[in-house]
T-cell receptor, first 113, second 110 residues
Framework: SQTIHQWPATLVQPVGSPLSLECTVE??????LYWYRQAAGRGLQLLFY??????ISSEVPQNLSASRPQDRQFILSSKKLLLSDSGFYLC????????????FGNGTRLTVT | GQNIDQPTEMTATEGAIVQINCTYQ??????LFWYQQHAGEAPTFLSY????GLEEKGRFSSFLSRSKGYSYLLLKELQMKDSASYLC???????????FGAGTRLAVHP
């Protein structure tokens, strides 16, 4: 069966510091991968998605970037965090077929101070 | 836009039935998904509708009307553990990208 791992679970970082969140998927090959952010009391916002190694699409302009160095590894980064980057970050995967559901990792709660 | 609207909060009694409604903009529609999210946890997939009608999965059912841009999630025989947020999401733009509503927070009382 497929599993998705995301770490760390919580993170407190000062403004201006860098960020690296990692996500890996096991038990499947060539998955679609996604990064979402959930602000308190709001819906999930799609930040990036990837359909293959090195292929990254950004959905919203922002202070973050994503990379996919391996088939089942997805990384979310920032060079300098802003206060507004605080939130609950969720990695997800889906099969490549249309209308396959997304399956989420346990999330990273990021607080920028 | 791709607005998805659902009630912010609902309350219900243990053992009862509750219906959570969701309306969405129909342009570019590509499937309707429901997820459950307990506080502080990740969303988990509940159901998927792409054709009109009712899909039943145990105590949970989901309905879709594409012409009306309308879906609902029906929860039967409510249990305390069903207290959670329920997220309505529509597929948009291919690649299984999902646009989420803000969620409906359901509180189940004894």
């Amino acid at each position: 069966s497929q599993t998705i791992h995301q770490w760390p679970a919580t993170l407190v970082q000062p403004v201006g510091s860098p960020l690296s969140l990692e996500c890996t998927v096991e038990g499947t090959s060539n998955p679609n991968l996604y990064w979402y952010r959930q602000a308190a009391g709001r819906g999930l916002q799609l930040l990036f998605y990837s359909v293959g190694i090195g292929q990254i699409s950004s959905e919203v302009p922002q202070n973050l970037s994503a990379s996919r160095p391996q088939d089942r590894q997805f990384i979310l980064s920032s060079k300098k965090l802003l206060l507004s980057d605080s939130g609950f970050y969720l990695c997800a995967w889906s099969k490549g077929q249309d209308n396959s559901p997304l399956h989420f990792g346990n999330g990273t709660r990021l607080t920028v101070t | 836009g791709q607005n998805i609207d659902q009630p912010t909060e609902m309350t219900a009694t243990e053992g009862a039935i509750v219906q959570i409604n969701c309306t969405y903009q129909t342009s570019g529609f590509n499937g309707l998904f429901w997820y459950q999210q307990h506080a502080g946890e990740a969303p988990t997939f509940l159901s998927y509708n792409v054709l009109d009608g009712l899909e039943e999965k145990g105590r949970f059912s989901s309905f879709l009307s594409r012409s009306k841009g309308y879906s609902y999630l029906l929860l039967k025989e409510l249990q305390m553990k069903d207290s959670a947020s329920y997220l309505c999401a529509r597929g948009s733009g291919g690649y299984n990208k999902l646009i989420f509503g803000a969620g409906t927070r359901l509180a189940v009382h004894p």
